[in-house]
C-alpha cells in the first residue's frame, strides 16, 4: 500500500493529490483560525477538522508524510483492538482487517476513513464489555466523537441493549459531541457551513444511482454527462434530481426501518449491537446518493469487529464486503478512467460492486431482523 502510495500512477493515478494538495490547503485555513467557508468540496461536520490538523503534531514531517503516519497507526490500533478481542483465536475480525484493507490498494492511506474507522471500531469494542458501566460510557463518547468527524459512526449506538446501557451510552455520546463542537464554535470561524453543500449534492457516479444512470446513458435512453462537483464526479443531465430525491427517499425509509427494529427487537446476545451497526451503516450506505470508494473502509471495519464474536449472523455479509471491496479498487483507481467514460469494463465492475453492495445490505437486514425480531420456533413435544 505504501509503496502504491509513492508511486501513486496505477489507474488514474493521483489518489494521495487530496491529502498533499486538498488536506494541506484545509490545514493552512484552520491554521488561520477557520472553516473552509465558501469551498465546496468542504462537506464534513467540523470534527473532521481535527484530523485535518492532526499532522501538526508531527511538524519535522512533511504535512503528506505526517498524515499517512496517522493513518498507518490508527490502522495499527485497529488491528491490535482486533486481536485483543479476540485472545482466544475462534473469530476471524482481526484477519479481516489486516487482509481486507489491501484489498482497497493505497485508497485507505490517502483519506481519512481509517481514523473515522477506529473510533467506531474502539466504541464497539468498548460497548461490547458486559457489565462495565465505565466501558459503556467511553463507547458512547467515542461514538459522539465520531460522529461529529463523520457522522456515521453514531450508529455504532444503534444496537445498545435497552435500558442503562442505551442510557448511558447515548448520555456520553451527546455530552462529548455537545463539549467538542462548542470548543471548535468558539475557535474557529464557520464550523457548521457544510451544512449548505450537502443538501446541493448530486448523484455520484460510484453510487447504485450512478450506476442506474450509467447504464442508461450506454444504452442511449439517458443523454447525460459527467461533472466535477463538491469534490467528487456528478452525473448532470435530465432525470438526475429525481434519483437524488429517490436516494433521499431511500435513506429516509432506511430509517423508519432501523427505527422499527430497534422498537420490536426481543432478542439481544452479545453480537448484536455489532450486528446492528453493520447493518445499519450497510444499508444508508447503498441508499446514499454518494458511495465513495473510501467508504468500503467503514464496512470493513465494521465487519471485522462483527466477527470478533461467535454469536454474529454477519459472517455471509462479510464475505460478500470483501468481494465488494476488491471490485472497489478496480473501480477506482485502477479503471476509473474507463468508469467515467462508461466503457464496458467501466459499466461492468462498479455494477457488480454495487449489486454486492446491495445483496450485502439486504442479506444483512434480514439475518438482523430474523435473529432479533423473529421468534424462535418453539421445539416440537416428544411423542
Known amino acids: 500500500m505504501l509503496l502504491l502510495l509513492l508511486k501513486d500512477s496505477l489507474g488514474i493515478g493521483g489518489v494521495g493529490r487530496e491529502v498533499y494538495l486538498l488536506y494541506r490547503h484545509w490545514y493552512g485555513q484552520f491554521a488561520d483560525g477557520s472553516f473552509p467557508v465558501g469551498d465546496p468540496a468542504w462537506q464534513y461536520p467540523p470534527g473532521a477538522g481535527l484530523v485535518i490538523m492532526s499532522p501538526g503534531v508531527l511538524p519535522w514531517l512533511s504535512y503528506f508524510q505526517a498524515f499517512v503516519v496517522l493513518t498507518l497507526l490508527a490502522d495499527a490500533l485497529v488491528a491490535l ?5 479476540d485472545q482466544e483465536r475462534l473469530t476471524h475480525g482481526a484477519w479481516v482487517w489486516v487482509c481486507g484493507l489491501p484489498l482497497l490498494l493505497h485508497v485507505p492511506l490517502a483519506r481519512y476513513d481509517v481514523q473515522v474507522t477506529a473510533l467506531a471500531v474502539l466504541a464497539l469494542l468498548a460497548l461490547k464489555r458486559p457489565r462495565s458501566r465505565a466501558a459503556h460510557r467511553i463507547g458512547g463518547a467515542l461514538a459522539g466523537l465520531g460522529a461529529l468527524v463523520k457522522v456515521w459512526p453514531l450508529l455504532t449506538l444503534i444496537g445498545t441493549p435497552r435500558g442503562r446501557t442505551s442510557r448511558e451510552a447515548w448520555t456520553a455520546a451527546a455530552v462529548t459531541a455537545g463539549a467538542l463542537l462548542t470548543v471548535l464554535t468558539l475557535s474557529f470561524t464557520g464550523p457548521l457551513t457544510f451544512l449548505r453543500g450537502q443538501g446541493d449534492r448530486g448523484v455520484q457516479i460510484e453510487s447504485l444511482g450512478g450506476t442506474a444512470l450509467a447504464l442508461a446513458r450506454a444504452t442511449g435512453v439517458w443523454s447525460g454527462t459527467v461533472d466535477l462537483r463538491h469534490g467528487a464526479l456528478e452525473y448532470i443531465g435530465p432525470y438526475v434530481s429525481t434519483f437524488g430525491h429517490l436516494s433521499l427517499l431511500l435513506t429516509v425509509v432506511t430509517c423508519g426501518w432501523l427505527l422499527l427494529w430497534r422498537l420490536r427487537a426481543r432478542h439481544w446476545t452479545p453480537a448484536t449491537p455489532l450486528d446492528a451497526a453493520l447493518a445499519a451503516v450497510l444499508l444508508l450506505t447503498v441508499t446514499s446518493r454518494v458511495l465513495s470508494p473510501q467508504y468500503m473502509v467503514w464496512l470493513l471495519g465494521l465487519g471485522a469487529v ?64 430474523t435473529s432479533t425480531v423473529t421468534p424462535e420456533p418453539e421445539p416440537a413435544d416428544a411423542e
Open 81 to 85: 483492538a482486533l486481536t485483543h478481542a
Open 306 to 369: 462483527c466477527l470478533t464474536s461467535r454469536a454474529t449472523v454477519m459472517r455471509p455479509v462479510v464475505l460478500l464486503l470483501l468481494t465488494a471491496a476488491a471490485l472497489s479498487s478496480l473501480a477506482y483507481p485502477v479503471l476509473y478512467a474507463d468508469v467515467i467514460a462508461g466503457t464496458l469494463p467501466g459499466l461492468a465492475v462498479p455494477a457488480l460492486r454495487n449489486a454486492l453492495l446491495l445483496a450485502a445490505a439486504l442479506l444483512a437486514a434480514r439475518r438482523l431482523w
